[in-house]
């Protein structure tokens, strides 16, 4: 709760106030002084209204004696001296109020009338003043009630943000790695080729360079990413690497963390077609299908060959990522069946026009 909507608060509360405690005393009044109800609204209405002023000074010792840090002792001493001021000020002002009605109205009686009633008046003065207290602590607690978890949610999310930046930090390095190992592999058997891998991984670290500062991209930005990446494992592979894609239009426009695909991508072609003798191949499927977003990545292997990765570098940090952007909402399934491995992602559906 901003400093705007307590003051709404406030004038919302004493707005009510004020009618309530007009027409209390005015029904009080009509019995026991017998004046008519003009006589008894003229002046009901502006004691109730200064009765409002009255209360609204009762948050600023409220504020300078919060209720967690302030001695009892202090505390009530404070609130009493103030509602015995306020009082004693309200009361004035009655007598006030009434010798002007009877000079200038010529409403007679009122003043004695007040005399009578004059020490219920101070008890109904300083216990509606310390109400007003009551009210601005309960203001108060929920303000900062509603702050913290302002707090806590900002926390959270700057700490979501720091852990997806720490995990988009560690897919490069780990691409690098496995790309100048293929470059170093490829210098001592065949130069020309180990030259062209260097020119597609510059082609595709350019591309990436400027996605560092987003948070997601569409699909169809990813597909390229990894176009430009299957580009570099060609190099090295051939024809023994194919890539398939079954891509719904509309799922293309869908967002999702950048170099989500590229570590399965990468698994896929360490694990399983660097694994084979014979040819490859990966596919990727993408789908909408209502609110959300499914994602499937597959590949043959040798289960011979090598692991399944269920423990794998790749497939946690997507996990991880996507558990930092979206939370539970998010899934992600990895299996090897005979001799394909699967890997399904699921999360919820995101557009530039609905962010």
């Known amino acids: 709760m ?42 009901s209405l502006p004691m109730s209204a200064l009765a409002q002023g009255m209360g609204w000074t009762a948050q600023y010792p409220s504020r300078s004696t919060p209720l967690a840090r302030t001695k ?19 009361v004035g002002a009655g007598q006030l109020l009434t ?41 108060f607690a929920q303000q900062s009630s509603l702050e913290a978890q302002e707090r806590a949610v900002e926390s959270s999310v700057r700490a979501r943000e720091a852990e997806l930046s720490a995990l ?18 490829l210098t001592s058997i065949d130069p020309a080729r180990a030259r062209e891998m260097c020119v597609s991984l510059a082609d595709f670290l350019r591309l990436t360079l400027g996605m560092g500062e987003k948070s997601v991209i569409p699909l169809r930005e990813e597909l390229g990413l990894l176009e430009k990446y299957c580009a570099i494992e060609k190099v090295r592979f051939g024809e023994r ?29 360490v ?35 090598g692991s399944s990765r269920k423990n794998g570098v790749g497939l946690k940090n997507v996990q991880r990522r996507l558990e930092a952007r979206y939370g539970k909402e998010a899934q992600l399934q990895a299996k090897a069946e005979d001799e394909v491995f699967r890997v399904d992602l699921s999360f919820p559906a995101e557009t530039e026009t609905a962010k």
């Open 241 to 269: 690497l194919t890539v398939q894609e079954e891509i719904q239009e509309e799922a293309k426009e869908c967002l999702l963390p950048p170099l989500l695909l590229q570590p399965l991508f990468e698994n896929a072609v």
């Open 72 to 90: 009892i002792g202090r505390l009530m001493l404070t609130h009493v001296i103030a509602a015995t001021i306020m009082s004693f000020l309200w």
């Open 168 to 185: 988009k930090a560690q897919i490069n390095p780990h691409f690098l790695y496995n790309s100048l190992n293929s470059i170093s592999a």
């Open 2 to 43: 901003g400093e705007f909507q307590l003051q709404r608060t406030q004038l919302f509360a004493f707005g009510v106030a004020f009618i309530l405690l007009g027409l209390l005393l005015s029904f009080l009044l009509v019995g026991s002084w017998g004046l008519d109800w003009k006589q008894t609204l003229a002046f």
């Open 271 to 305: 694990h399983g077609i660097a694994q084979m003798t014979e040819a490859g191949w990966i596919r990727v499927k993408a789908a909408r299908n209502g609110s959300r977003v499914s994602l499937t990545v597959e590949n043959c292997w040798d289960p011979e060959a």
């Open 99 to 139: 010798a002007w009605l009877e000079t200038n109205m010529g409403w007679r009686g009122m003043t004695v009338q007040f005399s009578k009633f004059q020490a219920q008046f101070y008890g109904l003065s300083f216990a509606y003043y310390l109400l007003c207290v009551a009210f601005h602590y309960v203001l």
